[in-house]
């Protein structure tokens, strides 16, 4: 029932900015951790951010600290990253994520999240 479609991607140069959307659908988006991971060709998917909706806490992978925002528009059920000051190391597969809240945190790591969107590839050129 639970449903994440991401919108936004794109391709930039390098110190550019993207804003990624993820709408939610068949689930009360605000008793649920969301989150944005990464995945480039050949390896593992990684954490981005995490937020728990009801409250607005965030989480942050120490690579995107200044850089990228996390938040959600719970009347919208819908959750943006604003990504700033990209890099090209940053090109990769883009998935929005929910999951239950574990322990009264939303980390951005794979085990607290159980329902994936399809992906938005962003590509940061040099």
């Known amino acids: 029932q639970v449903q994440l479609v991401e919108s936004g991607g794109g391709s930039v140069q390098a110190g550019g900015s993207l804003r990624l959307s993820c709408a939610a659908s068949?689930?009360?988006?605000?008793?649920?951790?969301m989150g944005w991971f990464c995945q480039a060709p050949g390896k593992e998917r990684e954490g981005v951010a995490g937020?728990?909706?009801?409250?607005?806490?965030?989480y942050y992978a120490d690579s995107v600290k200044g850089r990228f925002t996390i938040s959600r528009d719970n009347a919208k059920n819908t959750l943006y990253l604003q990504m700033n000051s990209l890099k090209p190391e940053d090109t990769a597969m883009y998935y929005c994520?929910?999951?239950?809240?574990?322990?009264?945190?939303?980390?951005?790591?794979?085990?607290?999240?159980?329902?994936w969107g399809q992906g938005t590839q962003v590509t940061v050129s040099s």
């Open positions: 994520a929910a999951g239950q809240r574990r322990g009264g945190y939303c980390y951005p790591s794979q085990s607290y999240y159980s329902s």
């Open positions: 068949g689930y009360r988006f605000s008793s649920y951790c």
């Open positions: 937020i728990y909706t009801a409250d607005g806490s965030t």
